[in-house]
């Protein structure tokens, strides 16, 4: 695949911050996120059925959704929740808070819905391994990939690690949701756990044509102006790279600091999911590389540098 610029916005043309009551902060329900995630894996992998790696992707998608109902969130003190709002500081924050004991059942949830399913060989001793992974250690590497010390981590224990950390953020993120409300303006890191985007999405429906940032970890999304780089601070405007210019995903590329983020358009894909759309499409991140820029997102199934070691 080859990209080329299809759209450069100046300067005068980028979006600003809603005046209005478009919300700036949204959580997502975990039930309802994880299934239509895993079924939009499964979609993605069917169209590209040479790839046991998104065969891979849509298995752990599915097993996190048959886990979910023994993953419980854990109470919350309001006070705290509020004042980290107001602040500015995630109540969630991936430095400080990670809840051990919440670990051991969740990925034995985890591992044990996925074990119900028919498992590639290398897949079931890449699980096997992690399970045998001393405790102490399988939390060294969860706080490694929460961390994005990529380096500290064994690539195929990568997938499983950010499964679980994925449902218990997610399942957790829904208990603020009285106080979105109280988080205000522009963040480039999720207000509700610091993680960076996996991808950035132009939403249809009550959120027509308002893009917003989706938290690689915990799901929520916080809103972004368009057309500007949401990686650094440049006011210089961003090209816009893409497969053609109608393509649902499109790379949002900033000259001055060479990161790109994709941007993924739900009118013209309405059952987009931002994490299995960006497993699905590592051929735009091969074309932007191939550009000269480097990727800025994250993505919890993978480390980047790293190929995955369970196809
Ligand atoms: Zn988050
Ligand atoms: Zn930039």
Known sequence: ???????????????????????????????????????????????QSDSPWLAFCAQLMQAQVDCLSRVQAQ?????????????????????????EAQWVIVFKALAEALEAQTLAPGVRGALERVKQTALADQIRQAKALLAAEDAALPADAVPFIGATL????????????????????????????GSHPVASVVRIGERDLHRYMICSLCASEWYAPRARCTNCETPKEVGMLGDTRESALQ???????RGYLKLMFQAKEPSLDAVADDLASISLDLALSAEGFSRTGRNLFFTVGQTPATT
């Open 251 to 257: 790379g949002e590329c900033c000259e001055e600091c």
């Open 75 to 99: 109470p919350i003190d309001e006070n705290v929740v509020r004042e980290s709002f107001i602040h500015k500081l995630p109540p969630f924050s991936i430095t400080t808070w990670l809840p």
């Open 166 to 193: 994925q449902l218990l953020w997610s399942i957790q993120a829904k208990s603020v949701s009285a106080f979105v409300e109280l988080h205000k303006g522009e963040s480039g890191l999720c207000p509700v756990c």
């Open 1 to 47: 695949m080859s990209v080329k610029a299809v759209k450069l916005i100046q300067p005068g043309e980028i979006q600003g911050m809603p005046d209005d009551d478009t919300p700036l902060l949204v959580v997502v329900e975990a039930g309802e996120m994880f299934r239509a995630r895993a079924a939009r894996m499964q979609v993605l992998a069917a169209q």
